[in-house]
């Protein structure tokens, strides 16, 4: 990487490049995850939400258990 960093050839800059994305492949104990962010805003008297990491909104999975609380 510093080596590619700083090189003035585009062809042997982009070599340097594949060879570190190969070394972190192969050599590296990593694992690549995806963790997209997302904001819901809800009024404080809708109860009843369970969110889980495979929601597409919070209470997706469990519409049902979803209701307004008095307030």
Do not use: C
């Not at 492949?25 to 962010?37: E, G, K, S, T, Y």
């Not at 969110?51 to 258990?65: K, M, N, V």
């Amino acid at each position: 990487m510093r080596t590619a960093g700083s090189d003035l050839q585009p062809d042997r800059r982009d070599q340097e490049y594949k060879q570190a994305q190969k070394m972190l492949v192969n050599d590296v104990p990593v694992a690549f995850l995806a963790q997209p962010v997302s904001w819901n805003l809800v009024r404080p008297y809708v109860s009843g939400m369970t969110a889980s990491s495979i929601d597409e909104w919070p209470g997706a999975l469990f519409p049902s258990q979803i209701y307004i609380a008095s307030h």
